[in-house]
C-alpha cells in the first residue's frame, strides 16, 4: 500500500504561482511514476504531469508545458508540482496519483493509488 498526501493548494491570483506536495508512504515508491491530476467541477479529471521516480524523466500535457514543473526529493519522499503562471481555467482539485511501473502514465484508470485532492482557486 502507499499512502498519498497533498497539501499546497489554495487561492491565487491570476499570474501567480503554488507549489503543490505529494507526500508519499507506505511502501518504497523507488519504482513508482508518480503524477499529477486535476479535475474541475462537472469536467473529467486532467492529466498534470507525471515523472518516474527512479530516473526523473517528466512529461505533461500541452496545457501546461512550459508553466507546471514536476519534480520529486528522494530523501523526503516527496512529488512537488511548481506551477506558475496560473490562468482562472487552472481551477480545480489536484490530484497526486501513484503506480507501481517504469513508464511515464497519462491516463487516471492507469494509476493504483490516490490522494485525497487539494483545490487550486485561481481568481481573474
Known amino acids: 500500500q502507499v499512502q498519498l498526501v497533498e497539501s499546497g493548494g489554495g487561492l491565487v491570483q491570476a499570474g501567480g504561482s503554488l507549489r503543490l506536495s505529494c507526500a508519499a508512504s507506505?511502501?518504497?515508491?523507488?519504482?513508482?511514476?508518480l503524477g499529477w491530476f486535476r479535475q474541475a467541477p462537472g469536467k473529467e479529471r486532467e492529466f498534470v504531469a507525471a515523472?518516474?521516480?527512479?530516473?526523473?524523466?517528466?512529461t505533461y500535457p500541452t496545457s501546461v508545458k512550459g508553466r507546471f514543473t514536476i519534480s520529486r526529493d528522494n530523501a523526503k519522499n516527496t512529488v512537488y508540482l511548481q506551477m506558475n503562471s496560473l490562468k482562472p481555467e487552472d481551477t480545480a482539485v489536484y490530484y497526486c496519483?501513484?503506480?507501481?511501473?517504469?513508464?511515464?502514465?497519462?491516463?487516471?484508470?492507469?494509476?493504483?493509488?490516490w490522494g485525497q485532492g487539494t483545490q487550486v482557486t485561481v481568481s481573474s
Open positions: 496519483a501513484a503506480d507501481r511501473t517504469a513508464m511515464l502514465r497519462t491516463t487516471p484508470y492507469e494509476y493504483q493509488y
Open positions: 507506505g511502501r518504497t515508491v523507488s519504482s513508482y511514476v
Open positions: 515523472i518516474l521516480w527512479s530516473g526523473a524523466s517528466t
